[in-house]
Nanobody, 124 residues
Framework: QVQLVESGGGLVQAGGSLRLSCAAS????????ISWFRQAPGKERELVAG????????YYADSVKGRFTISRDNAKNTVYLQMNSLKPEDTAVYYC?????????????????WGQGTQVTVSS
């Protein structure tokens, strides 16, 4: 069993930065691939970034490449999402999710655990 708690969301102006944190409980955190999804009002949930537990390989959606960086600190059971050069279209609720798979799945249904979400609002 893994419990995930996101933090770090908030209101920021376009061009600004935020760092989201996903803190996990559970002794086997290092064996979970962790991804960040987001969902904006009226839109489908989309994968933003993920990091594999096996290879440490990271995945980024095209819309965030070069602006967002995902990292993990297994000693702290935490995954981070550094978001720079934020745009109004990045406004959404951001969720972290965990899967035992080594693959960074783009489909949310393939993740076993989810956090409650944190709101990110980027003003123009």
């Amino acid at each position: 069993q893994v419990q995930l708690v996101e933090s770090g969301g908030g209101l920021v102006q376009a061009g600004g930065s935020l760092r989201l944190s996903c803190a996990a409980s559970g002794r086997t955190f290092s064996r979970y691939t962790i991804s960040w999804f987001r969902q904006a009002p009226g839109k489908e949930r989309e994968l933003v970034a993920g990091i594999s537990w096996s290879s440490g390989e990271a995945y980024y959606a095209d819309s965030v490449k070069g602006r967002f960086t995902i990292s993990r600190d297994n000693a702290k059971n935490t995954v981070y999402l550094q978001m720079n050069s934020l745009k109004p279209e990045d406004t959404a609720v951001y969720y972290c999710a965990a899967t035992k798979s080594i693959v960074i799945h783009t489909t949310g249904a393939l993740y076993d655990y989810w956090g409650q979400g944190t709101q990110v609002t980027v003003s123009s």
